[in-house]
């Protein structure tokens, strides 16, 4: 029996998680597989740290082309993240006729396409499961489970950091600045935020779904991205007294011509299941034409479950290895040549209910100022807050709207933020409902 032979390079927290599941869980693995997985090299620039896994000295090795020219490895796992170097050991790898596993989604959210033609034309396997929701096999339940589907909208929460900050604002209160500083004093925010909290993490995320989900090829730079960091304990407390939760969306929505490709803070009715998701945990909802809704919850990242993803494809193309077959499910879903240039709907097109909260003075008059305004842009008014009374400085006045026009609010905006009885900027934060 052919045994599999792994080049892994960059190891890292997820790489040691790699080699203790394959290390735990190898029996049952080689019972699934009926071979048994060899790790048999291991490539890093830094060999000297202490890794919380112990492997023979002699599988290492701080040379990558080591792993990528090795005749006798069969599939490479890249693991070190980031564009470059790791773009080109892939594009080497595949070029070397070796299947690569990949968890790096900055890197296929912007060059998927390039190593799928290159996978393509070597005639090998690319597969990324642990790119998208960590441990959530949302990638292989694209490709496999839902293949008989139109699927009409994918949409969740990608990105744990964001997601703990806000579900934390939400129960125990606190600014955002200092309950990002408690996360990364908790070590669940990184020293350097920006990716999480601006939503660029989840864009990337939704870039990679946005393909498999819709066969569409759509540059990452027209998604729509917005981050959670002007979210104030005022809007969390508006949002529960209107029955709403606000999370940090990745939305992707298809009507036949335009995708909606956004990444934003949503208010979602409480009661909506991705509402009662807490913590750093990731969850995805989407809905086919025949399946109707389904829902995927678990943790986006971390040591062992991104891990586990990433043995998943490694057994997936150990089986492909073993049975000599190549590209049976195809990388994207789609076969490449159906893989369609789609627009990507402007942002000023969508239509959605939305929460406002001006910075307005507390006078007679001012709120039929207000509704004028968004009167005459085709706004219409669902419910309004004002709350306090304050003889001097700004009192929160809050509408939230019917569907509405994203072009004619920023139209309205511009009006109102000038007026002399408007403190400050107006908040805007979209509403998702049901599935629409
Ligand atoms: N930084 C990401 C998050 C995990 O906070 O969810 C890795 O994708």
Redesign the pocket.
């Known amino acids: 029996m052919k045994v599999i032979h792994v080049g892994l390079i960059g190891w890292g927290t997820v790489g040691s998680g790699v080699v203790r599941i394959l290390r735990e869980n190898g029996p049952l693995i080689e019972k699934r597989l009926g071979s048994k997985i060899v790790l048999k090299r291991i490539a890093d620039i830094d060999l000297e740290t202490e890794r919380s896994v112990k492997v023979n000295r002699e599988v290492l090795t701080n040379r990558a082309e080591e792993v990528i020219g090795d005749p006798e490895i069969d599939i490479v796992l890249e693991l070190i993240g980031g564009m470059e170097p790791a773009r080109s050991y892939i594009i080497e790898a595949l070029k070397g006729g070796k299947h690569v596993v990949t968890a790096n989604?900055a890197l296929l959210a912007t060059h998927l396409d390039e190593l799928c033609r290159v996978a393509h034309r070597y005639n090998v396997d690319l597969n990324f499961e642990a790119a998208v929701g960590?441990g959530i096999p949302i990638i292989r339940a694209l490709k496999e489970g839902f293949v008989a589907e139109r699927i009409e909208a994918i949409f969740g929460i990608l990105?744990?950091?964001s997601n703990y900050i806000l579900s934390t604002m939400s129960n125990e209160g606190g600014e955002f600045a200092a309950v990002l500083r408690q996360a990364q004093a908790q070590g669940y925010a990184e020293k350097d935020p920006s990716f999480?909290i601006e939503g660029i993490?989840a864009a990337h995320k939704l870039a990679i779904l946005i393909k498999l989900a819709f066969g569409a090829k759509i540059p990452f730079e027209d998604i729509f991205i917005e981050g959670i960091s002007d979210i104030t304990p005022l809007d969390i407390q508006f949002a529960q007294e209107f029955g709403y939760t606000i999370k940090l969306l990745a939305i992707a929505k298809a009507d036949g011509e335009t995708i909606e490709a956004r990444v934003h803070s949503t208010m979602l009715p409480s009661n909506h299941l991705l509402s009662t998701v807490g913590g750093?945990f990731?969850a995805i909802f989407l809905r086919g034409n025949a399946v109707g809704e389904t829902l995927f919850y678990g943790q986006?990242?971390g040591m062992m479950a991104t891990a586990s993803a990433v043995t998943s494809d490694l057994i997936e193309l150990s089986r492909n290895v073993l049975k000599g077959t190549v590209g049976r499910v195809p990388t994207l879903s789609l076969q490449q040549t159906h893989i369609m240039e789609m627009k990507v709907k402007d942002i000023e097109d969508i239509v959605r209910p939305y929460y406002m909260r001006f910075s307005a003075l507390d006078r007679p008059g001012v709120l039929s100022k207000i509704s004028g305004v968004l009167g005459k842009n085709d706004i219409g008014i669902a419910s309004v807050i004002q709350k306090g009374r304050q003889v001097a400085g700004a009192v929160p006045v809050v509408i939230m709207t019917h569907e509405a026009r994203e072009r004619n609010i920023h139209r309205a905006f511009k009006e109102i933020d000038k007026m002399d009885v408007i403190l400050d900027k107006t908040m805007l934060i979209r509403v998702e409902g049901e599935l629409s």
Do not use: L, R
């Open positions: 989604k960590g990105n744990g950091t999480d993490d750093v990731n986006g990242a």
